[in-house]
């Protein structure tokens, strides 16, 4: 009997099913060591990061910022200029 490889793969077979070795938890799930090691390859981009980090922020800052400032808007000038407009004096 021959194993599947990579031409017989079609997705939704019985060969989708079968647990992969990559699927396995071999190790904690925060190693200190490993993150050590990792930020000794991240540390020259350490002014990226940050300028990106700032970046992402302010872009979900204002991205969040935008239905409120219209809720703001509808709720305080909106609303009220049409009840002043529709009520009789």
Do not use: C, N, Q
């Not at 490993?34 to 990106?52: C, D, E, K, N, Q």
């Not at 992402?56 to 009220?80: Q, S």
């Amino acid at each position: 009997m021959r194993l599947p490889d990579a031409r017989d793969h079609v997705l939704g077979t019985a060969y989708d099913l079968l647990p992969h070795p990559e699927d396995e938890v071999l190790g904690r799930l925060y190693d200190r060591r490993m993150m050590r090691r990792l930020l000794a390859y991240v540390r020259p981009y350490t002014v990226h990061f940050i300028s990106g980090r700032r970046a992402h922020d302010a872009l979900v800052g204002g991205t969040t910022a935008g239905p409120y400032l219209i809720k703001v808007a509808i709720d305080r000038y909106i609303l009220f200029a049409t009840i002043a407009l529709a009520s009789p004096s």
